[in-house]
């Protein structure tokens, strides 16, 4: 006899209150993801949900998931809207990573990492752009060689989100020069602890120092890190972009707790920061805020429209982007209006009095370019969504090794 | 718009795009125009019997609709009526309808409903003000109390169809309170006088009301209801235009996509230049984002939630906003032809145009959801 989704929520209910901390949903507590001790707890807390047996409610049983519906999950998701929950490990470890080795991994890949992930003993991340270059995908450099029945891999990876706590990095290497770009790439599942592995934090201009480079210098691994089939790693760096913009959709069923991880991701409260700056009797400050509010409200409804018109086959999948270009719209809509409404205070002053607006504008291009820049993806739409004529590419079934780069520096 | 529909909502949709299609082309619209007329009295009878006007009216008071959602019906014909920027007088009736069959005691307007939803009598809302913004609750216009009902004196503007009406829905200030009235456009004392718009074929009036007198009966719903019923209108007046503003983007954009893929220039597709390709891409953006803000709205307010005022005035902020955008590019996508007279773009262009300044502007819809905004928190 098989719980139904209301019993599901009852019993997740019962369990969530007697074991998870409780938190305040409108101030959740930062959990930055450039601190060693928030993945310590991300990973404590996983263990928990593990334990208790509410850990990777849409993964397989065989893997260490409970194998149920989506509807459980959002179900779950709703319960725990007041408890603190590890969602830093959503994205990339569980609703990028994981939810691509399931589709393309092998079954010792899947059993051993997937649910080591989901018992809070694995993190996971995507080691996909290069310092040559990041929306050029297929084009990566880093090579991997058969040494005897060994992969040796040379090159340098970039912009790997949290890769300093992760444990494990899905790297993309090409494996055979003399095809054209996607037809000789493979997908390795490499130790981030490899002592071939040199990491380095990279310091954005805000201070963050939450993505890393990674410089791989003879990383050998064996057969069993190749994900998916040799010289087939784009079909397995498609899965990924794919699981991505779901993710960024919020449409991923691999994602656990519904709340957002605080910091900057909370909404901005703009009526707070109007009366704040003094200005509650400011009509023009006051309706460019509500024209904030309705770009906003209208993203949520959009990432909505869009992922259900993507179900039922309106839309071609590529229809994320959508999603992803409005995100960057209304954010860099958002943070022009509280430079506006901050004023001074803005960019003279305190934290909490102000400056905290002028120093997120300060990184407004992130959203552009994270993930894929926006021109990337108004290609995308344009050619995958509208129809239109391809852009001309050089490098269209040219062997990759007769592409001409950029000079090595 | 939602993912399965019946096969008696297929057929209405299906009867009402027919009809529209038969009766109403672009070609229909240049001719009604060129004859000054605003619409057909006989082609809204006829539309009338399609079901269009009973949509908002309960089946005891004489309509229904096949889905059980009206408003959802209501939503898709106007959405329908953007194709061919259609003519007719379908908005100001059914707000007219739906304060008639929304207030508490319908029975004194049950002839004024039967002859409404049949298409005999045309009605119009009468809300906005000379030299007034959008402030449907604060009128000049005034109502006295008199032995005989109300006499009824001031003037108002921009009331659509108001020379093809019968009957007027008059918002009035009656002592401290505000009412609204059924004024026949033939009593004594109205003074109707033809406004210039920026459409085609929707016209507009300006109505002078001087000593005219009513009976007890030309109120409509009791003074403690009026606020909630104006609202109510307002709101279904508000997303039937972003209704028909999103068939209009639709039917613009489909064929500006097809202009680039067919027009050449250099030797190569309008379509495969990058700098055209991303602003296509935009426009289907906004386009995508436009369809799922009103969808959101109408659902909201087919089963009135709390929040469905705001979901309605951001439906009308950013469609109101974009579409502007969204036209105006496709006008440029076209080069020179798409400035002409003879290119249909600025049929639709004039539409999307007098839809973003009426019943509220996108600034006015803003200022509204910041102050619903922070009544949200202070009621927290």
Known sequence: MTESVEQFAARARAWLADNMPVIDPESPPPAPRDDDKAWTRARELQKRLYEGGFAGICFPREYGGLGLDYAYQKAFDAETRTYEMPLIL??????????????????????????????????????LSEPGGGSDLAGVITRAERRGDR??????????????????????????????????????????????????RITMLSGSTEFCEEFLDGV???????????????????????????????????A????????????????????????????????????ALVHRAVTEQLVGHVTRAVNSGTLPPTGGSLIRVFHSETATLELDTILAITAAAGVVGDEGEGLESGLRYLSRQNVAIGGGTVEVARNVIGERVLGFPREYAADRGVPFNQVRREKAR | MTAVDSPEKILFTSTTQAFLQKESPLRRVRELHAAGESFDPSWWRRAADLGWTGLLVPEDLGGGSVSGDGLGDLASV????????????????????????????????????????????????????PGRGWEPTDPSVTATAIDAGYRIDGTKDRVEAGA?????????????????????????GVRIEPQRSVDLVKQFARVEFDGVIVAPSAAVGSAAETAALIDRQA??????????????????????????????????????????????ADMKMWLEACRA?????????????????????????????????????CVQMHGGIGVTWEHDLHLYLRRVTLYRSIFGTPEDHNLFVYEAEKAGRSAI
């Not at chain 1, 010289?231 to 913009?245: C, F, I, P």
């Not at chain 1, 909370?266 to 805020?289: F, H, K, S, T, W």
């Open chain 1, 90 to 127: 959503n994205t990339p470890s569980f609703t990028i990573c994981c939810a691509t080795l399931l589709d393309t991994a092998s079954e010792d890949v899947k059993k051993r990492h997937i649910s080591a992930a989901l018992r809070g003993e694995e993190v996971l991340v995507q080691l």
């Open chain 1, 151 to 200: 992969w040796v891999i040379d090159g340098a990876k970039t912009w790997s989100t949290s890769a300093f706590a992760a444990d494990y990095g899905l790297c993309l290497a090409r494996t055979n020069w003399d095809v054209p770009k996607h037809e000789g790439l493979t997908m390795f599942l490499v130790p981030i602890a490899h002592p071939g592995i040199t990491l380095r």
């Open chain 1, 220 to 254: 050998d691994v064996g057969d069993d890190a190749v994900v998916g089939d040799v010289n087939d790693g784009w079909t397995v760096a498609s899965r990924q972009l794919y699981h991505e913009r779901r993710a960024v959709a919020q449409g991923s069923e691999f």
């Open chain 1, 256 to 291: 656990s707790g519904s709340g957002n991880e605080g910091g900057t991701s909370i909404p901005i409260d703009y009526v707070r920061l109007v009366e704040r700056a003094g200005q509650g009797d400011n009509e023009r400050l006051r309706e460019m805020a509500g024209r």
């Open chain 2, 78 to 129: 106007a959405e329908q009526l953007g194709t061919t920027v259609a003519p007719g007088p379908l908005y100001p009736v059914s707000v007219v309808l739906a304060a008639l069959a929304g207030c508490a005691d319908p029975h004194p307007h049950t002839a004024m409903i039967d002859a409404l939803i049949a298409g005999e009598t045309v009605a119009s809302w009468a809300v906005c003000e």
């Open chain 2, 164 to 188: 093809q009406s019968g009957v007027l829905l008059v918002v009035a200030r009656c002592g401290s309170e505000v009412r609204q009235f059924l004024v026949p456009t033939d009593a004594a």
């Open chain 2, 235 to 280: 709101r279904i007046a508000q997303i039937l235009q972003c209704c028909e503003v999103v068939g209009i983007l639709q039917t613009v954009f489909d064929f500006t996509v097809q202009w680039a893929l067919d027009r050449h220039s250099f030797g190569r597709p309008l379509a495969s230049y990058q700098a055209l390709k991303h602003r296509f």
């Open chain 2, 293 to 329: 803000t009103t969808a959101a709205a109408v659902a909201e307010l087919a089963v009135d939630s709390p929040t469905a005022g705001v979901a309605v005035s951001v439906a009308k902020s950013y469609v109101g906003e974009m579409a502007g955008a969204i036209v105006q590019d």
